[in-house]
């Protein structure tokens, strides 16, 4: 135990040194790289000045000698990057006085070429040949040039053996850095060999908890399961429940309240028939309750379609779903394109199908704000695929919404058929929802005895 405490002591002095080398080096090499990078950006400035002053020289001749315009722009281009290396020249050397005495010098050597230049191009359209040749022909710009070059070839020099220098102190801190990881990487193997002769306990100690904390996540998610299985079970059954009662409620409302309300018509109409010379007011009255019969009619079978789709028992699942889709385009203006193909699923299933896609439609309406919706009907790698996107809003799947009860229980009637269904959806990007489920068993036919 004493010595797995000295070895960490000592490994802790080891890495607070190593931190402290690797910090110092690595500020240092971050400020090495920094003067490095100023000093490549000092010689490229130099180098441009260099030649900004040549082509301004170059462009000045060829016009001296033709006096065509053309060698007009690159001349003043030229002038402008000589504007700019000086700028950026100035600010580097500012810090620099042991160095600032050659950049005045060549500041004025450039200022006495690119005044001699401007001057010789005036003679040149003033017309005073003889004078621009003599100029031409003269050693004194010969001479400047030497000058000009020597002036920048120093200022080269001099940050060539800054670049030395630097790269000098960038090898030695990179050598403090490989001695610091040395002397941590030592340390750290000493301690990992009396660490690992001390291990054989709590390994084994380690594994029997971790035989424990297994044994109860397994019984956890045991638990977990059947109550997963009973949730969906009790939501199958109680979905059953609700839409056999909304076919109790349909098939009522169809055979008790549709009947009453036609009989109630057909007395209406044998009573006008009989009030052919009523007064107007009571012909009013009787065609206001002929109205509000057919009304009540037309209300009650919008019930008893939204309690039990009669399509979807006459007209397939398809058809079903292409007037739900189209009922719902005319309603909200909503642009509906739809993707169905024929599918073999029990009648619950198509029910279920039916409600998944009623749902989806409905929460576009109140939440999504779409202009484009897509529904799908088909089958894939033998199963049959139902979905429902659209390109509104979106939201968070990782936030619970308030009112995603009705999708949660449509999830579980999903699982209860042996499907499952998945939601997909990002902000400002719309929603996917979908849902997979196996087909409809074939029905063996019934046995026939040949005679």
């Not at 690159?74 to 050397?93: G, I, M, N, T």
């Not at 450039?110 to 003599?134: H, I, P, S, Y």
């Not at 102190?169 to 750290?188: C, P, Q």
């Not at 509000?292 to 009669?310: D, F, H, Q, V, Y």
Request: hydrophobic share 40%.
């Amino acid at each position: 135990m004493k010595h797995i405490r000295l070895v960490f002591v000592l490994a802790c002095l080891a890495a607070l040194a190593t931190m402290f080398i690797s910090e110092s080096s690595y500020w240092r090499s971050l400020s090495t790289h920094e003067e490095l990078g100023a000093t490549g950006a000092a010689r490229m400035n130099i180098s441009e000045l260099q030649l900004s002053i040549l082509t301004a020289m170059t462009a000045q001749r060829g016009y001296l000698l033709t006096g065509s315009q053309e060698y007009l722009q690159p001349y003043q281009q030229a002038l402008e990057k000589v504007s700019e290396s000086f700028r950026a020249l100035d600010r580097y050397y500012a810090e620099k006085p042991e160095h600032r005495e050659v950049l005045a010098k060549l500041h004025a050597a450039v200022d006495l070429e690119l005044a001699e230049l401007a001057t010789t191009m005036r003679l040149r359209d003033d017309g005073q040949l003889e004078a621009v040749k003599t100029l031409i022909l003269s050693n004194v710009k010969e001479e400047e040039v030497v000058e000009l070059r020597r002036l920048g070839d120093q200022l080269l020099e001099h940050e060539m053996f800054n670049m030395v220098e630097s790269r000098d102190s960038m090898y030695h801190t990179l050598l403090w850095h490989r001695l610091g990881v040395a002397l941590f990487s030592a340390a750290n193997l000493l301690a990992l060999f009396i660490y690992m002769r001390q291990t054989g306990t709590f390994e084994r100690k380690q594994e029997e908890l971790r035989r424990m904390v297994q044994a109860d996540r397994d019984r956890l998610e045991s638990k977990v399961k059947q109550r997963t299985l009973e949730l969906t079970e009790l939501t199958h059954h109680l979905q059953t429940a609700r839409e056999d009662e909304r076919s109790r409620l349909a098939r009522n409302l169809h055979d008790d309240l549709g009947a009453l309300l036609t009989l109630a018509k057909l007395d209406a109409a044998r009573v006008k028939s009989r009030l052919a010379g009523a007064p107007p007011e009571t012909l009013e009255l009787l065609a206001h309750l002929v109205e509000t019969l057919n009304s009540s009619i037309a209300l009650g079978r919008n019930i008893i379609e939204n309690l039990r789709p009669s399509a979807l028992g006459n007209l397939g699942l398809v058809a079903a779903l292409e007037i739900l889709a189209r009922e719902f385009a005319e309603h909200s203006g909503i642009d509906v394109q739809c993707s169905l193909e024929p599918v073999e699923l029990e009648a619950t299933a198509e029910l279920m199908v039916y409600r998944l896609v009623q749902e989806a439609i409905t929460n576009i309406v109140k939440y999504a704000q779409a202009s484009h919706v897509r529904v799908h009907l088909g089958t894939h790698d033998g199963q049959v695929v139902v979905s429902v996107r659209d390109d509104g809003v979106g939201f968070d799947t990782t936030v619970q919404a308030r009112s995603a009860y009705g999708l949660l229980g449509m999830r579980f009637r999903i699982q209860a058929h042996g499907g499952t269904m998945t939601l997909q959806s990002t902000p400002g990007q719309g929603t996917l929802i979908q849902a997979t489920l196996p087909p409809a068993l074939p029905t063996k036919p019934p046995d026939v005895d040949l005679p």
